[in-house]
């Protein structure tokens, strides 16, 4: 049933490209489509080389997919072949890259440089989104997730400005992470309105309708 | 707010192909001219790499092109510090593409590749991500880095000779702060620089009394001298921003606002018996005057009358006087009208920036009088009138 429908869609791309060359800036997209409709399909079919869907996929971390795609390309002449064979290093070089910066960001977290390795961390994603999958990157992205929560808790209290809960949220992100860079800027973004740690909420005087 | 950012950057960073940045590389003539000289740098984001003998070209100069800045990835800090060579000659943009390349290479260089790649690239590009790299410096200890991020949020605030309403007031005021910290680790030129940034945001240049605002705006309480005569022009300012602000802006008065004012001012009011005592020469020149005209032939009137047009004139000097302190001074209302023309309403950043200030002054002056001067030991007992606040701590 499935089969049809991409068959169909293969020819119709075929024969665009046979018919008029200006289509072929169509094929890509299709293409594109079409190799991910291999990457769920147990033995990817044969099809024609589409350098641009490949980049696309690369050039947006998704390894895995390029890497299907290069693998069912129909190679006829040797160029190709040896094009193939320079994408497929590309995946390689990508993929040592993005290890490299993983196993980095490992190490920072161990030292509890939470910043850094959650900078790593994204620029090994951005390399290789497979990285994301579980069990590989849990304790970073948690790590991840508990340095974005702590960031957004203090960018919440700034719309209000409301120096209680700026001082609450920026001393639970100094114990997470006490020389972030992120958070430092959204300090100094509040500097009009607080000042760290000093109590802004007056003492009620008597007398007076504060004090009721 | 991160994630959206980095989530953003991700595909598009990467998509060196035909940014926008790199239109002009893209265009036919561009291809060309590669197509002409492959060896020659292109004005790509990234640089092209060689492509080594015995490999295939790709007969798409773009799919060639972005090939080479995928396969430059190989040596990541170079290729930034290329790319940002052609950003420096002007043959590229400094765009989504320039950071992502950038960020990889940050996160893969050593420490001392790190910090000289930062501070090429810190210095070439404004961003979110190059004010997060001044900030990564300042913080690592370099005090230089403090100015060098307050100049940096300054030019994220608005063009230098803007309308200084129109700046960004959270920008700016990270810029001050930024500078304040260059200025306390002793940075060369931090000082001017605060000097020009405050001078930027200042909505009262050029106010009567521009001193006294300025000192209140920017929180340098100290400086302020604690006179009757100071009270009475901060009274009058914030009466004057006051009023007009709860006119417009319900809500912008709080009680605690009109508590620590009430407090502030009840030395002031404090004063009032002495001002009518202050007044009274004049009472009794009019009393005098009065008694005179009597003699003269008003006779009809009598003592009764004389003594209780006395009480009238007394009655009216007291009055004058209560009211000239409850309301302040007229160059602090003045200057409070000016500042709610200045920053058009009190709810914008630097009408509350004002509002806030003031209220922290009158914490700052919480249980200071100006009534207990060293010179004078047997304090005059400060009655508070009916309606006053006074300090029951003193």
Redesign the interface.
């Given at each position: 049933m499935a089969d049809t429908p991409r068959t169909a869609l293969l020819a119709t791309v075929l024969a665009t490209m046979l018919v008029c060359p200006a289509a072929l800036a169509l094929a890509p997209a299709a293409a594109s489509l079409q190799s991910r409709a291999t990457d769920t399909a147990a033995a990817p079919a044969a099809m024609p080389a589409d350098p641009a869907g490949v980049l696309a996929d690369l050039q947006a971390g998704h390894l895995q997919a390029a890497e299907a795609a290069l693998h069912g390309w129909t190679t006829a002449a040797p160029d190709d072949a040896a094009r193939r064979r320079r994408l497929l290093a590309l995946v390689q070089l990508q993929r040592q890259l993005a290890a490299r910066l993983l196993a980095r960001a490992d190490a920072d977290l161990q030292q509890r440089r939470l910043p850094q390795a959650v900078e790593r961390l994204e620029a090994a994603l951005a390399l290789d989104d497979s990285l994301a999958q579980p069990p590989r990157a849990t304790a970073l992205l948690a790590a991840r997730s508990r340095l974005w929560q702590a960031r957004d808790a203090v960018a919440r209290c700034m719309p209000p400005r409301d120096a209680a809960c700026m001082d609450q949220a920026v001393r639970a992100a100094h114990a997470l992470a006490p020389r972030d860079p992120a958070l430092a800027l959204l300090a100094l973004q509040a500097s009009a309105w607080w000042t760290p740690g000093q109590q802004r909420r007056p003492a009620p005087v008597e007398g007076t309708t504060s004090s009721r | 707010?991160?994630?959206a950012i980095?989530k953003g950057?991700?595909?598009p960073?990467?998509?060196?192909?035909c940014s926008a940045a790199l239109l002009a590389a893209c265009s036919p003539a561009a291809q060309d001219a590669t197509r002409a000289s492959p060896a020659q740098p292109r004005a790509a984001v990234s640089p092209a790499a060689q492509v080594p003998p015995?490999?295939?070209r790709?007969d798409?100069p773009a799919?060639e092109r972005?090939?080479r800045q995928?396969?430059a990835?190989?040596r990541?800090v170079a290729a930034c510090q290329q790319a940002m060579d052609a950003v420096e000659r002007g043959r590229a943009d400094p765009g989504e593409a320039l950071e992502?390349l950038c960020?990889?290479a940050?996160?893969?260089a050593g420490d001392a590749d790190a910090a000289r790649l930062s501070a090429r690239y810190r210095g070439l590009v404004r961003s979110s991500f190059a004010?997060?790299?001044w900030?990564?410096a300042?913080?690592?200890g370099d005090g230089a880095a403090w100015l060098g991020?307050a100049r940096h949020?300054d030019a994220e605030a608005g063009p230098a000779g803007a309308d200084n309403a129109a700046l960004d007031?959270?920008?700016l005021?990270?810029?001050?702060?930024?500078a304040q910290r260059a200025v306390n680790l002793g940075v060369p030129e931090a000082a001017d620089e605060l000097a020009r940034l405050q001078d930027r945001e200042f909505p009262l240049a050029g106010a009567r009394l521009e001193p006294l605002w300025r000192a209140i705006y920017f929180r340098q309480f100290d400086r302020i001298a604690d006179t009757i005569d100071n009270r009475r022009h901060v009274a009058g300012f914030t009466l004057g921003v006051v009023d007009i602000c709860s006119r417009w802006e319900v809500g912008v008065r709080t009680?605690?606002f009109?508590?620590?004012l009430?407090?502030y001012l009840a030395p002031v009011r404090g004063q009032v018996p002495g001002r009518v005592v202050q007044a009274l020469p004049k009472v009794g020149r009019t009393l005098a005057e009065s008694a005179a005209e009597a003699r003269d032939g008003m006779a009809g009137r009598g003592l009764d009358g004389v003594i209780e047009q006395g009480l009238r004139i007394y009655h009216a000097a007291r009055r004058e006087v209560r009211n000239a302190v409850a309301v302040g001074s007229s160059d602090g209302r003045h200057a409070g009208q000016q500042l709610f023309n200045s920053v058009q309403s009190c709810r914008s950043?630097r009408g509350?920036?004002m509002l806030?200030a003031l209220?922290?002054y009158f914490?700052f002056m919480?249980n200071r009088s100006p009534l207990r001067p060293q010179a004078q030991p047997p304090a005059p007992p400060s009655q508070p009138s009916p309606g006053t606040?006074?300090h029951?701590q003193e």
């Open positions: - | 707010m991160k994630a980095r950057h991700a595909l960073a990467r998509a060196v192909a015995g490999v295939s790709f798409d799919t972005a090939v995928l396969e990835l190989a990541p992502a960020r990889t940050l996160a893969d004010a997060e790299l900030a990564v300042a913080l690592g991020l949020l007031a959270a920008s005021a990270g810029a001050q702060a930024a009680v605690g009109d508590a620590a009430e407090t950043p509350m920036k806030d209220g922290d914490r919480h606040v006074a029951r």
